[in-house]
């Protein structure tokens, strides 16, 4: 099974689906157009959210959510500085209220979301949250969910993805395709390229944020101790975290700290849609709630 996947895989390469990212300089598969990625998520980040909100999970606790949304309105700036263009996006993040799952993840278009769990069975610092979240924002930087989206579809199409992707007639099955895999995006593992393009990028973004690279250290020895007791990380199991990760992330420490020991103002970027107001349209409608905040 697996062979067969590499020969798709390989076969959809040589049809053109394959770009060099031009950050990493690394080959990636890309079937899909980024903006299709963005199109889907933006989608599937809806309906991953409106249960939450339903239930009253979302972004219920109004400390948390503030201290969750500051870290994050300090990440996009330099984000934006590394790829200019996701200036337009739709940046989101939400807190998650799930005290067992140990998990953050960010979706193609910067559409994020991390779960209580992380926050409090890690007892996380903000440094530590500017960590978690800078790597997710990276991925998406990196057009990783990109790439495993156009995985997920190759699987799913066969060779014939090239074609549904770049030709018109095929738009309505493109856009069903595409629906799929931007949730498959965020529950799959990433490869360990692209995890350490992202710890690399993260831990980067975090300390022109202000965020003290350390953390990213100290971040994975609380994850490796939570994985190692009864309440499993989600996060390891789309992030395999080997010792030599730790190393790699403690190597680069020296050459961040000019960038969190900055002394210029740190900008910052106002989100967009208040938790208050997605909660309250949710409680005033609850047979009809509005899934647009989200
Ligand atoms: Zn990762």
Same mark, same amino acid.
């Given at each position: ?13 040589? &049809? ?6 031009p950050?990493?300089?690394r ?45 994050t ?5 330099p =984000?934006?500085?590394y ?5 337009? !996006? ?7 209220d ?6 953050? !993840? ?5 559409? /994020? ?16 949250? $500017? ?9 998406? &930087? ?16 066969g ?11 095929? =738009? ?6 595409a629906?799929?895999a931007?949730?498959?995006a965020?529950?799959?593992?990433? *490869? ?13 973004? #975090? ?7 350390? $953390?990213?250290?100290?971040? !994975?020895?609380? /994850? ?12 390891? *199991?789309?992030?395999? =975290?080997?010792?030599k ?32 107001? $997605?909660?309250?349209?949710?409680? #005033? ?10």
């Amino acid at each position: 099974m697996k062979k067969v996947l590499i020969s798709i895989v390989v076969a959809a390469a040589l &049809l053109g689906g394959c770009e060099t990212n031009p950050v990493t300089g690394r080959k990636q598969l890309m079937i899909l157009p980024e903006e299709t990625a963005i199109e889907s998520s933006a989608k599937a980040y809806t309906e991953m959210l409106t249960p939450f909100q339903q239930a009253g999970k979302l972004d219920n606790n109004p400390a948390v959510t503030a201290r969750v949304v500051q870290i994050t309105e300090r990440l996009i700036p330099p =984000a934006i500085a590394y790829r200019p263009e996701t200036k337009d !996006w739709a940046w989101s993040v939400k807190v998650i209220d799930d005290p067992k799952v140990v998990n953050a !993840w960010c979706m193609a278009g910067g559409k /994020m979301a991390i779960y209580t769990g992380l926050i409090n069975q890690l007892q996380a610092t903000d440094d530590e949250i $500017a960590q978690v979240m800078g790597h997710e924002i990276a991925h998406a &930087l990196a057009k990783h969910q990109t790439e495993q989206m156009s995985r997920a579809v190759v699987t799913q199409l066969g060779v014939n993805a090239v074609a549904i992707f770049t030709d018109a007639r095929y =738009a309505a099955m493109a856009q069903q395709a595409a629906a799929g895999a931007a949730k498959v995006a965020i529950q799959l593992p990433n *490869s360990r390229e692209a995890e350490s393009e992202a710890d690399r990028i993260g831990i980067e973004l #975090a300390a022109k944020a202000g965020y003290n690279p350390k $953390a990213a250290v100290t971040l !994975w020895q609380k /994850m490796a101790k939570v994985s190692g007791s009864e309440g499993k990380s989600d996060f390891l *199991s789309t992030h395999p =975290a080997p010792e030599k990760r730790m190393e790699a992330l403690g190597e680069l420490v020296p050459q961040m700290m000019p960038f969190y020991q900055d002394k210029a103002e740190r900008p910052v970027f106002k989100l967009k849609a208040s938790a208050p107001a $997605a909660q309250s349209t949710a409680r #005033a409608a609850p047979s009809r709630p509005d899934p647009a905040p989200i």
